[in-house]
């Protein structure tokens, strides 16, 4: 086994695996993982064989590519379905809910109010204090049209 720095080279892998690991925790993104698994890979394979130097470089660059691309191919063909796919995206949660216009809509664009929050929308030439139904969102801007009342259900007539 060659030794690094005084250390033995499983225990330098197992640690640079570790510290990937532990990279991979506080760095956005899925990558860091697959070099980790492939360093302590790497580590074990070095305890278990005594491999110099030379040869564990190349494990390690092996694994790492084997591990990066097998797993970009199952996430591309089981990719992973969120439970919320609109959690980063407010004004696509927005859609079919009422407002109120703020700022008149004059020449297709103009402010409404939903909550708390006002918003950018276009639609069509409404007043101030119309109640609107958002219908869609183009980034920022919500896209609206004027909210009609349902007409009153028609009575049954009894026999």
């Known amino acids: 086994m060659d030794s690094l720095g005084g250390f033995d080279a499983h225990w330098v892998w197992i ?3 570790l510290v990937l690991a532990a990279l991979e925790i506080m ?3 899925v990558y860091l993982i697959w ?3 492939a360093a302590i890979i790497t580590g074990m394979l070095t305890f278990g064989l005594g491999i110099g130097l030379p040869a564990q470089v190349v494990i390690f660059v092996s694994l ?4 990066a691309f097998s797993a970009k191919r199952i996430l591309r063909d ?6 919320d796919p609109l959690l980063n995206q407010r004004g696509g949660r927005l859609v079919g809910e009422m ?3 703020t700022q008149p809509i004059e020449n297709g664009t103009g402010r409404i109010k939903h909550g708390d929050s006002e918003w950018l929308a276009r639609g069509p030439e409404l007043d101030i204090g119309t109640r609107v139904r958002i ?3 183009d980034g920022a801007i919500l896209i609206v049209e004027p909210a009609t ?5 028609e009575a049954e007539e009894d026999a």
């Open 27 to 29: 760095v956005p993104g």
């Open 135 to 137: 219908i869609g969102n």
């Open 99 to 101: 407002a109120v216009v």
């Open 15 to 17: 640690g640079i695996g």
């Open 64 to 67: 790492s590519l084997i591990a």
């Open 78 to 83: 089981q990719p992973i379905t969120s439970s």
């Open 35 to 37: 070099l980790a698994v």
């Open 149 to 153: 009342a349902l007409p009153p259900p």
